[in-house]
C-alpha cells in the first residue's frame, strides 16, 4: 500500500509491503525498516519497528490524522482525507465525488443508489492499517452511484459513491 502525507509542510510518501505481523514499510524510497503492528480499540496501535517497542495514538482530524508517537504529535494531512470527509472545493462547490481516505478494504455500504443523504451522512466504512474510518458525504443530495460493495480494495484516487449534490439554497 502507498500513502501520501505531507507533515510540517513536507510531502512524504510511504510505501507498507507485506501484512500486519510482518511488513516492510519505507519512507521517501528509503531502505524500508521491519514493522509488526497491531490496533488496539480505541485509536491505539502496538507496533514494535526494527526491535523497538512503540504505541500510537491515532485521532481523526479535519484534513488528515493527528498521532502522537512517544510523546510527540504529528499532524499528517491527506488530501484524499480532505476530499472524503470535508468535501472538495471546485469552482466554490463542494465535490460530490467521495473517495477513501487512504487505501483499504470496504467494510459496510450504508447507501444505495437514489438514496438522499445529509452533509456528513456516513456512506461507507473503510478498513485501513486495521482502523475502521467513517467515511461520510462532503455534500447533501441523491446518491448517483456507488462503485463499491463489502470485501472491496479501494485506493484514493477513485470514487466509491458519487452524490448529485441538492440544488443551491441561495445561500453562499
Not at 507533515?7 to 512524504?12: K, S
Request: glycine share 14%; charged share 25%.
Amino acid at each position: 500500500m502507498r500513502f501520501e502525507f505531507t507533515v510540517g509542510g513536507r510531502a512524504h510518501v510511504v510505501t507498507v509491503e507485506g501484512k500486519p505481523s510482518d511488513a516492510n514499510v519505507s519512507v521517501d524510497g528509503r531502505d524500508g525498516r521491519r514493522l509488526d503492528w497491531a490496533t488496539i480499540p480505541g485509536g491505539v496501535i502496538s507496533m514494535v519497528v526494527d526491535g523497538r517497542s512503540l504505541t500510537a495514538r491515532v485521532a481523526r482530524r479535519d484534513g488528515g490524522l493527528a498521532v502522537w508517537v512517544a510523546g510527540r504529535r504529528f499532524d499528517l494531512e491527506t488530501g484524499a482525507a480532505d476530499d472524503a470527509v470535508g468535501g472538495a472545493r471546485h469552482g466554490g462547490r463542494a465535490s460530490g465525488s467521495v473517495k477513501a481516505p487512504m487505501p483499504g478494504t470496504v467494510v459496510k455500504v450504508l447507501v444505495k443508489e437514489g438514496d438522499e443523504v445529509a452533509l456528513g451522512q456516513s456512506l461507507v466504512i473503510v478498513e485501513a492499517m486495521k482502523m475502521e474510518n467513517d467515511v461520510r458525504a462532503p455534500v447533501a443530495g441523491t446518491v448517483r452511484k456507488v462503485t463499491v460493495a463489502p470485501g472491496a480494495s479501494v485506493g484514493t484516487t477513485e470514487a466509491m459513491v458519487e452524490i448529485e449534490p441538492a440544488a443551491e439554497t441561495g445561500a453562499a
